[in-house]
Nanobody, 125 residues
Framework: EVRLVESGGGLVQAGGSLRLSCAAS????????IGWFRQAPGKEREGISC????????YYADSVKGRFTISTDNAKNTVYLEMNSLQLEDTAVYFC??????????????????WGQGTQVTVSS
């Protein structure tokens, strides 16, 4: 059974940093790509980054490029999202998702079968 558990969210001031974790079980990063999505109140879910370890490739949406970094720790079966220079508009619930055979590029929700429960990130002024 595939299971994803996010952690690391919280309250941070604008300009600050947070690192989100997505602990995965029941899958191997050699076979599954991991994506990060976020959903702000009243807005659609937005795909912001993904990583395909088997190809050594990453993708970032323009909204986070240069500020966020996705990485994996295979020993811990965990994917991280390092978020720097956080802005008010980064406030959202952040989700990680997993599936096989994901094209690397703009993320689509329906590509991903497995989802975590989400972690709240709130950026204050």
């Amino acid at each position: 059974e595939v299971r994803l558990v996010e952690s690391g969210g919280g309250l941070v001031q604008a300009g600050g940093s947070l690192r989100l974790s997505c602990a995965a079980s029941g899958l191997s990063f050699d076979d599954y790509a991991i994506g990060w999505f976020r959903q702000a109140p009243g807005k659609e879910r937005e795909g912001i980054s993904c990583i395909d370890s088997s190809r050594g490739k990453t993708y970032y949406a323009d909204s986070v490029k240069g500020r966020f970094t996705i990485s994996t720790d295979n020993a811990k079966n965990t994917v991280y999202l390092e978020m720097n220079s956080l802005q008010l508009e980064d406030t959202a619930v952040y989700f990680c998702a997993a599936d096989r055979g994901i094209p690397l590029g703009p993320l689509k929700e329906f590509w991903y079968e497995y989802w975590g429960q989400g972690t709240q990130v709130t950026v204050s002024s």
